[in-house]
């Protein structure tokens, strides 16, 4: 998978940098938080003219899909986020203040939160989503459609392997 314009092929070499860090050992966890920060740098700075970071567009994302019965619970959200729900309740607070989302309580579950985007949220979501597609495409063009492809469902797979949950290694 190719990492910058410097490589001979776009599909099959690594800049010599990198290439020396996979031969020492660089650890998977310490990989991926780079290889995050930088992702979420770039999405960010395309994401600038609607005002959100990629995390509060995943978010509203999540709350637009909603469910087929009605508006997502924070317990749904969360687990679609793989987050906590303080976590998550830490994150929804800047949306909820700035007018993008509400959380209301179950009128039948009182233990319940419903998450629901705003009229302001919608919109940010479908400008948001135009920004999003434009630098999706120039991820693609970076690294190649197919390795970006194989990318998502390596990752995908990653965030949905219940092998790896938070419980301590013995």
């Known amino acids: ?11 099959t070499s ?9 031969r020492h050992n660089a650890c ?12 979420s740098q770039f999405y960010d ?15 509203l994302s999540e709350v637009g899909r909603g469910r087929p019965e009605g508006p997502v619970t924070m317990r749904e959200l969360a687990m679609a986020m793989v987050m906590d729900r303080s976590t998550l309740g830490h994150n929804l607070k800047p949306l909820e203040r700035d007018g993008l989302l509400t959380v209301r309580l179950s009128s039948g579950d009182r233990r319940k939160r419903y998450v629901e985007l705003t009229a ?3 919109s940010v979501l479908q400008k948001s989503r135009r920004l ?3 630098a999706e495409g120039r ?10 492809a194989e990318l998502r469902a390596v990752l995908l797979s990653i965030a949905g392997n219940k092998e790896l949950n938070s419980l301590p290694i013995r």
């Not at 998977?28 to 992702?39: M, P």
């Not at 991820?139 to 970006?148: C, L, R, V």
């Open 14 to 22: 690594l800049p010599a940098r990198h290439a020396a860090a996979v």
């Open 45 to 59: 700075a395309a994401l600038a003219p609607v005002g959100i970071k990629s995390t509060q567009y995943s978010i």
């Open 28 to 39: 998977t966890c310490g990989s991926l938080r780079k290889a995050s920060r930088r992702i």
């Open 120 to 122: 302001d949220g919608k």
């Open 139 to 148: 991820f693609e063009k970076i690294f190649g459609k197919k390795p970006a």
């Open 1 to 11: 998978m190719p990492l910058n314009s410097r490589t001979k092929s776009k599909e």
């Open 132 to 134: 999003w597609r434009v």
